[in-house]
Structure formats: structure tokens, C-alpha cells
């Protein structure tokens, strides 16, 4: 089969390699009918992710067709249309009981395209297959469901329900990539009153607007804590989700929280944030962090189901699995190209 | 002042009446800009509410300019433009100090109308005025800010956030009244994938489909649980809200929820109904019951002013004070006169 | 091996039948080490579970040692001590996902010693064994591990986390038997300032007062409601538990609580009860009801492990696997016996 | 009467001052027949607290019999024995009706002894009465009411609350001053596994061990990191309170942490810590910061009347009020002389 193979920083290559086997009575093999490009894939050719080997098919998220199963698989078989999660379940570890899949103790985790091979290929193999897709209902289409992968679950499940947004909240979002877009669409489902949209770049703001902002503030030219304030009775966000993962985003997310905000950080940080505890000690922040868990996926579908939820507006791309590279590049070169999710189908 | 002022079962009269006259120094006194008819009125009028005695002026909804305030009001002053929760809250007793206001125990919760003269006339006292009112943010009206003094926050506290809808959620309300209508409004905050209402009339239903029903069903004419089953995989509703207060809709309500459900009951109930703790005691329901306590205000006016949210179209009749006994008709004919909220305006 | 083996209403017999043997690839096969009778198996035994067909092992309660597992099975393996819960969890459906046990859709459940051969045997063959056992860590011998099979989660869940019992609660549990005192040593752990016991039996009072509560009422000679007023200023309970099953003590658990009280019903019933909802329907009354899960197991057994919890004390007898019969019968006659737990090895 | 007056820096002496007089209808004047001193008064004195002013009555937390009340004043009288709160709540705020006294927008927060006249002193004046103080139940004493009006609410709310602290939860205490040690009687409530008390001080290990801590670890000469995996599978800690104030203790309660964990910050710091957000992104942390509300004031009553928590033993010295600078002094030599709390009565 075709495959998008690593090899090494700064290269990946659509490759033939062989078609994946089962290797556990609890796998499933997938043909893939729809996959897509990552930022993490981008960190990794970046060289940022030492556990991903040369030769790994990266890729983390599909839609597509069951074709095999292992004889412990009980919840689906050969012709069932399946959403694979990007987070793998043991199912049975403290973590997995949970719900924290994201945390899995037990084999699972972050592993397709990183020590599994991915789903960037015309087949994948799943691992703990039962407890890591999901049966995709009627009326759902292939494109709208891989949102659903791990795109749209970050921003829910890490900025929106972490955070608690809830009706009448004043929820201020930093950085409007794709992320920091699924966190307004997920917040929007819980009435804020506004959702301030923060980035440095106004096609990014523009973006944001169609995604459930209603106030948009470009901080490279103008401080955002007085929009804020004007309305917040001076006081501050109820909920600052951050979805840059850069120092200063993250201090300014503190800076804008009222005495009692939930501040969810989303952003993937490579270096420490100053905490300015000096002022937050007294303030009852709640911080959290997180990766995702995947454990939303059946909610989102329902909501993608009854059409309350509009997750193909995602999708900016499209490319056949022959141009994979060219996918890549278009989503490497988002800030000119204004890529947000790029879908490669057979 | 004119008033409308109780004088027995059956008899509710405009009457000229003594102004109101401060009696302790936290009270307030608020001109009466705007009030309404709620169901317990009737209540009244039907003899069922001993606690009202020949003479009472009626009311606990209104929207106001206040004129004098006590010693001790700290929040507001003459001319400032509030809304009268129909619950008083003393501020401190246990009940209140969780912001259960419904239940207070220091001579607050629903007084207003009932051992207190009310807001069915041109002044009325507000006692416990700093915890008992809210001050009117901007772009708010006085109609739309009406339907929060008890209708409103009742479908939304004691219907939805009791039953913890979330998104994604089945959720059935049983009664499309005045306050299961309020309770499919507010279940849309929270992005629900159905709301399925039931009613035996079709012109409730017909009012349902407009306050965010989408599945309809008249329960005189076909029972509703194949329909709940359609849409939740044969489980039943996430949640059930019962907003009539029979029996009969009780034991449906009990029935018509999968296992896990959240039933919330809103209807007033005047006798007990079978609970088939035979069949519930291994389904894992919770049930609730209660009060309004009108602490979901502020959050509601919120949405108002951001135009999240659409009070006024709860409102079907207007009058003039003049007009308030030809109002009560209006309102006790509902069936006939499609009345939903009448209000009334100097 | 030997088992006892149902053959029909009040027929239950220690039997040499084949041993247990794997069926599927997620299985495991548990030497039983020490077992127990649950009320249950009484039911059973009155022929009130019809599900239950001649010939059927019973027992749900187990701990022992792995002697072989299924090729999917990844968590234990020949030679693990491992507690066998009542609840087989398929791990992958809607409610395991969410770590609702008991109402698994995935072929779990309560199924042992009911519709698969239970652990009232030398051998018992456990389905979905990697989530419906746990490894038991060092410092926990067979006797108290065995208590968290069923009996300790179900007054612990359905009863005090259902409840939500909080530090300086009034807590009331109606009924003293085995689930009702484990209630008590659950609501223990969350501080209460005092739990009250209520029973019709002396005899059970008195155990109740060394499983945690402190004031006792029999309500066969004293209407229990002026004791809970005297240590609630009047207002009723917090938190109120019914551990009976019969409508007549189900209605004095509603009566029991404060307005605001969260009322948790364990009791297994077989008849409607009335709910008095011309009264409780102002009253703010959380009610739940529920299966038990097991998903607190892990919590407990660290509670065993450091000592904070004594789950010993709830065995009150103990028998050789060649008394199986008189151990019944031990059990069956508890109200002369004083029999809480009976517990088997062979 | 004799009062504590701040002088600028340094400078605190028993002084003859005029009684205080109500100035609002709210107030209510109390004779104080217990009060203390907390760190805070130390900043003060440090002039770490500008807002403190020349002249100013010092003290915030006190226990005494009501003389004189505002005709506001509702919930007490002349002759009722109080828990003065170290926080005035104006009842009304937005922060009020959540219970977040700590935060009033209405002119309360923490205003005794630093913008207010406070209660080191015969009497003092207690703004917002009714809000502000708790009636004692019969059966608890001024010394352990004491406790409450600061101290052991700071612990338990800003700590183990705001933390979650669980039955089966390992709960590590960094730093064991008086309020860390408030905060491992709090987590006892609720039934952790093990308390793990951090500190560099033996003497206030051996404390730590009286308030419930099981395991205690120097970190001057230990890294506690091994010792918290060696409890948790390896895993962290479920909780983690940092009640020190330092970056570096800071940075250690993040280490601690397990993924997933819930980490409190109790500590009053005067610097920024840098927050690893490089490691902290990917663990599902939740970080709290707050200031104590007194919300649990009146359940902390209802277990000290019910003897399930004795907060006596926080009470290390006594003294007459005439040797208030004496007090100080122990107080502030605290290191030398094992003051936890220093109790001054009439």
C-alpha cells in the first residue's frame, strides 16, 4: 500500500510499504477513506518528536472501513464504517476507567504515527480496537466525522469543558489556528454571552468570526484587557482558553481572567511561562492543562447527527492520497495558504 | 394607586388603594413599569392558596423605576431601573448564604402577592431590596426583563439545570405551558441533539416547535416512547422534564428516561403519583424537584443584553393597567386565547 | 469440582460439575480462594429472579488466584490475586465508557451466579476479565478484598456518593442490615456530623452504633422525625438513605428530609411506592436510585491497604466449602443469627 | 477600651482608644472575648501592606457576645454570643451570591483590621452584620470558634476544596505553618489513603504527624519525589497543597503531581514561579489559587459542636490582653517557640 513514511527531520515521503497485519486479538485493520495532516506531524518533521523513529507512517487520524479484526473484538467487523480516535484506549488501566484516555497507562495514549504506524495510509492497523473508534450513525459523512478524530475533541474537551464555560460567560479565546477555532465552535454550544477572539493576524480574526466570535482583537496592535473589561463590568473573562502555547500568550491569558476565572491552557508550550503568583494567589484561578481524550467523540457525533454542529467548515483542503506531499506542504504554509484542516482521500 | 387586590375565591378587582409605604430599612419602593399574570394567580383566584387573605394585593412580577429606598439598601437608588424577582431573599440565612432563595428561611422566598402585598399594581414595596431585585444592564427592555422575574429562571433552574442537559443530550419536556416552553428555551443553551416536546393539545405543540422543539409528539394520540427510542438507540431521553404536574405525565416522565437519566419535575403537583421504584430501583435515575430561586438572573440577563437569548416572544397580550381584570380573562382562557404572557403597562 | 448449584426454587445443592472453561479470548479462569451469599441469592432461592434457569451456579462474590487466561487478556495472568467484582464490565459500551458497570449494554453486568456460572464454586470463569477484576495489592488479605465485590461499593455508591454526604452533614440511614451499615462505614468517610440509624430491630441498632452511627432510633416503638429535627435546627436531614425496600420506609425517607436533602435509595424493591409530591414538589429533593457499578473499587482497596478502612468486621461467620449448605442456611436466618457476611474457603 | 494600633512599620502597642460606634444600619458592635493574631498581622507590621494606615486597630479574627446592632440587623442581638468572619461579605455582589465573600465588589472582603478598625481590641465594629458572622451553636467554645474565623477555613476551602481531596486520595502538605496544618486536618475529613507533610523543619514535621499526617519527609535533606511515588504505583500524587509561598515550593508541589492531579495553592507569595508548562501541557493538571471565603463556616461549627474535629490543639499559648505585645512576640518568634495560634481574652 501507499503510505506517508518518515525519514528522519524535514522528510516524508509517500512511500509503498507493506499492507499492516493483526498483531493482537484485540486489533482492527482500517481502510482508510479519509485522513488528515496534523500540527503535530509538523513538529515531528520539525525533528521535536524523538520517539518517532525513520520508517514510522505517521498520522493520527481517520475515517474509514473496517476490513479485519482481531477474535477479542466485539463491537464491530468487517464493513463497518468506523471514526479512528487519535487517542488509543487500553480500556482497562486506572486512567482508561476514567475516561482520561488521553493518559492510558496500558499501551495506549498518543501512539498512531508515533510508535504505531498511522493513518496516513491506504490501511491502518488499531490497536484496542473497541475502545478506540467509534461506529459512525447514519447521516454522518466521512469529512465532518475526522474532524472528530482529534481536532475538534482538543478544543472542546481541553479548552471548553475543562474551562466549564457556561450560558452568560464572557469567554476570551488567544490564537485562532485550528484549535483555538473548535475551542469557539465548542464554546458556542454553551450560550456564552461573548466569545472574544485574540490573534496577531486578521485573516486568523476573520476566521474566527465565522467560528462563533463576536468580538475580535488583534493584540499586536492593541492591548485586549479594555475590550475585555467593557464587557465584564470591569471586571475580567469569566473563561481565557489559550491556544498559542507561547509565554506571553499565556501570561496574557492570566491578565485577562476576573478574580474567579477558569483559565484552560490548550496551547502546546516548549518552554516555562512566568506564573505570576505574586497577584494570582488571591484571585481563585483554576488553571488546567491537558491532552485530549477523546472521550467526547460520542456526544460530537450525535450533535454532527442532529446537524447542531457544523464540523465541515474545517475542512479548507482537499487532496487525493496521490498529492500527499503537496497536502503537506499546503498545510505547513497555512499563514499564506489559510489552511485549517487538510483531508486526504484514496 | 390602582391595584388589583384578592377579596376571596373568585373575586380579583382593579381597586383604588393606599400607596405603599416603607416598613423596615432595607426595603425598597418601585414604580411599576411593567407586571403579569402567572399561573399560581389563578391559584389564588381558585381558592388553593389559604395563605392569601381577602384584601391582598396580587403580583410577583415586575420591572420598575425605583422611587425611595430604606436606610440600609446599599445596591440601588431613586430613579434606577430594576427588575422584582418574584423570590425575596433575607441574604443570610442558610438557604440564601448557598443562594437557594426559594427556601429561605428568614422571611424571604415567595412572599411577594401572597403574605406581602404584590406587584399587580402602580407601587410595591420590595423587602430584602439588595437581594431581592436586580438592576437592568443596557439594551435590556422592560418587557423581555419581565419574563425573568419567575417564568423564565423557573423552566431554566428548576427544569434544565437541574437535569444537567448537556450537549449532545435527548431531552423530552413533558407540557408545553408557559413554563415547559421556558424549559425547551433554556435546554437550547446547551445545544441539546433533540428536544422532543409533549402536549395533548397541537397548538402547544405548535408553540413548542418555535421555543426549540423539534420532535413533537401528542401524547393523546400516540404514546411517546417509540418516538424517544427512535432517536437514542432504544436507550430513552438523557433527560426528562415534566412540566405539567399530573400523575399521569409523572409516571410517563419515569418512563420515558433510559437508564442514568436525570428526570426534573417543575409541574405543581396537588396529589401524590406512584413512583415504580419496582421497575426505577436498578435504572439509576435522579430526580429532582424544587422551587424557583431566581439566583440564574444575572447570567440571564446577560444573554438578554447580548441577544442570546429571545424573551420577548413569551409575551402574546399586552394591556393597560386599566384593562387588568379583561387581562386575567385573557390569561385564565389560554386555551382559547393562545396566551402564553400577558402584560401589563400603566 | 465442587459448586452449588440452583435446581429450582429453594433448591440450591454443593454439586460436583465440570470445570469452568475458557470460551473467549478475554476471559479468565479464577480459583476461588474465599466467596460469600448475597441477599440475592435468597431472592434466587425464592424463585424472584426468573433469569436464573435450573442447574445455574450461583454466587457473584470472589477472590482468588488466576490459574489461566484468555489470549486478549493483558492485565493478569497465572498466579495474580484478583478480586472477582459482582459487576462484569464489557468495557467499550456507552455506560462502561462512563464507568456505569452495572448497566452495561455490552453483554456485562450483573451476569455471574445469574446468567453465567457464578462463584459459589472451586472455579470460577470470568468474562471480560481485564475490567471486571482487580489486581489486589500487598497488605489486603481474601476476607476484606471479598467485602468490595459487591456488598461495600453498593452502600458506598448507591448510598453515599449517590447522595453526595459532605463533611458536617446529618446524615440518616433507614435500615441496618448488611448494605445499610456499609452505608454508614461509607458516609464515615466523608465526616458527617452524625449519622442516625433507624431499624426495627434492636439487635441491628446495636450493630449499626459499631459501624458508624451515632444516634439510634427504632421506629417500631418512635416516629424517627423528632430525633432528626433535634440535631437539624428543625429542618430534617441532609442526606437521607433508604436501605429497606418497602414503600412504607421509602415514604419515611422523603418525610426524613430537610427541604434541599438528597435522598439515596438502596433498597431493593418490588412494589410502587407513593411519592408525595403535592408536598415535595417545592421542596428541592434530590432522589436517586441505582446499581451498583464497582467503579469505587480501587479507591477501596487503597482505603484497605492504609488501614482507613475495616471491612473485616462486616464477616461475621465463616465456613469450609463442605458447609456451602449450612452456611445457607446461616445466612437465610440473620435476624437469629446476626449473620452480616458469610464467607466460604475451601 | 485597649486596642492593638499599627504605628508605621514595626510598630504595634496596646493602646486606650475610643469604643467603636455604629456608623450603618448593618453594623453590629461586639465585645470580643477572644481574638488572635495571624501572619497577615506580621506583613503588616513587615509594611508589606500599604492599604494598612497609621493608626489602624489591627486583627481580624475574634469570638465575642453582640452589645449593640444597626436597625438592619435582622439575624442577632445584644446578648448573642458570634463567630466574628475575618471576611465582611456584603451579602449582594456578584461574588456574594456565589458564596465568594472573599471577593465582595460591595465593600467587604478582608477589611478588618486593614481598612476597617479591627479585633484585637475590647470591641469592635462589625460591618455587614448579618453576612459577617455566624451565631454559636451551644456546645462549642470561644477558643475553637476562634479557629474558624480564619485559620481553619483558609485550609480547608482554599486547600482541600478547592483541591477535591477524596476518600483513597495521597495527599502531599508542602509546609507545616498553621495553615498547613489546617489543611491536613481538613483532607482528614475526607478519608485520603496517606498525607504526605513536607517541611524543612523537624519540630513542624512532628506537628504535621498530630494534624494527620502519616508520612513525613524533610526536603532539606530529601527529595520527597521518591517517597510520593512509592505510595502512588509510581504515579504522583492525587493532590497537592502548597501552603509556603515560594517558587520553589512551588515548582514542587508541580512535581509532585501525578497526571491529572489537583494542585491548591494556600502559600502567600511575593514573587512569579515559573510554571513548566513544557512537562505541565500534556498532564491534565488543575491549579487553584484563592482566598478564603468563610463560606464552610457554618459546617465547620456543626462538626466542632458534634466533636468530630478538635480544633483546640491549634491553640499553643494563651494571654490576657494586657499582654498583647508579649503575644507578638511569642507569635512572631514562632520557629523558637512552637506557636501555631495565639489566643488573647479579656
Redesign the interface.
Known sequence: MRAMVYHGPGNVALTEVPDPEMT???DAVVRVEATSICGTDLHILAGDVPTVRDGRILGHEAVGTVVDV???V??MGPGDRVLVSSISA??????C????Y??CL??GGWILGRTYDGAQAEYVRVPFA??STHRLPGGVDDEEALMLSELLPTGYEVGVL?AGV????VVVVIGCGPVGLTAMMGA???????IIAIDRADSRLGAAKEFGA?IMVNDATADPLPTVRSVTDGLGADVVIEAV?Q?ET?ELAMRLGR??ARIA?V????????????D????????????VDT?SV???L??L??R??DARKLVTHRFAFADFERAYDVFARSADTGALKVVLSP
Open positions: 493482537h486479538e484485540a482481531g477474535s477479542a466485539r463491537t487500553c480500556g482497562s488501566c486506572r486512567y476507567r476514567e475516561a482520561h488521553g493518559q496500558g499501551g473497541d475502545t475543562k457556561w450560558p452568560g460567560d458556542r454550544l454553551f450560550s456564552p454571552s461573548h463576536d502555547g509565554p499565556f478574580p474567579g491552557n496551547g502546546v508550550h516548549g518552554r516555562p511561562a512566568p506564573l505570576h503568583l505574586e494570582q494567589w488571591t484571585r481563585d484561578i483554576t488553571l488546567t492543562t491537558g491532552l472521550y460520542p456526544a460530537l450525535r450533535l447527527a442532529s447542531q454542529l
